[in-house]
Structures are given as structure tokens and as C-alpha cells.
Nanobody
Framework: EVQLQASGGGLVQPGGSLRLSCAASGFTLADYTIGWFRQAPGKEREGVSSMRRGDRNTFYAASVRGRFTISRDNAQNLIYLQMNNLKPEDTAVYYC????????????????????WGRGTQVTVSS
């Protein structure tokens, strides 16, 4: 059974950092495209960052580019999202997701293209 479990969220002041982790089980992580998404109250779920399987091409939302970094440890079946210089608008529930497909650029940021999801972890940026 494919399972994803995100952790690492919390309360942080503006300008602070957090590292989210996602533990994957039940599948070979190296064979999957991975992604981080977030959903703020009253808003749709949006793509934050993704990494394609194989060539490891990455996607970042414009709002986080230069501040967030996605990475993966296939040997440990872990996915990470390093978040620096956090802003109040980054406040949301963050989800990790995986797809067995090599998603192209127009697909990789869309939640509907990911088959497997973990439960979210809350990130709150506030002073």
C-alpha cells in the first residue's frame, strides 16, 4: 500500500525557516514524480514545488522560487521541502504527493495529476 506521511510543520516567525519531511512507503520512491502542495483557508490547493522522476527536473511556484528547495533521498524514501525566509502568506496546510508518471511541465504543478497523497502538516508564519 502506497503511503505518504508529512511532518515538520509548526509555528515560525516571518523570516524564519522550516524543513518539511515526507516519509514514503509501499513503493520505490525513485520511480515517482514527487510534489509539495499547500492549501490555505478558503483557497484552492496549489502546487509549491515538484521534482520529476528520472531527470529530477524541478518546478517551483513563482511565490516560493529562491526561498524553497525540494529534495529527495531515494535510499531512505524521504522527500524534503526546505523553506527559508518564510512569509505570512506561506501559512497553509502542506501536503506531499507522488505520481508514477513522468509529468511534463504543464502537468507537474497540478494536484489532479498526483495519485497518492499524504496527510497535511500545518505551517503557520506569524509574529
Amino acid at each position: 500500500e502506497v503511503q505518504l506521511q508529512a511532518s515538520g510543520g509548526g509555528l515560525v516567525q516571518p523570516g524564519g525557516s522550516l524543513r518539511l519531511s515526507c516519509a514514503a512507503s509501499g513503493f520505490t520512491l525513485a520511480d515517482y514524480t514527487i510534489g509539495w502542495f499547500r492549501q490555505a483557508p478558503g483557497k484552492e490547493r496549489e502546487g509549491v514545488s515538484s521534482m520529476r522522476r528520472g531527470d529530477r527536473n524541478t518546478f517551483y511556484a513563482a511565490s516560493v522560487r529562491g526561498r524553497f528547495t525540494i529534495s529527495r533521498d531515494n535510499a531512505q524514501n524521504l522527500i524534503y521541502l526546505q523553506m527559508n525566509n518564510l512569509k505570512p502568506e506561506d501559512t497553509a496546510v502542506y501536503y506531499c504527493a507522488a505520481s508514477p508518471r513522468g509529468l511534463i511541465a504543464s502537468e507537474i504543478r497540478r494536484p489532479a495529476n498526483y495519485e497518492h497523497w499524504g496527510r497535511g502538516t500545518q505551517v503557520t508564519v506569524s509574529s
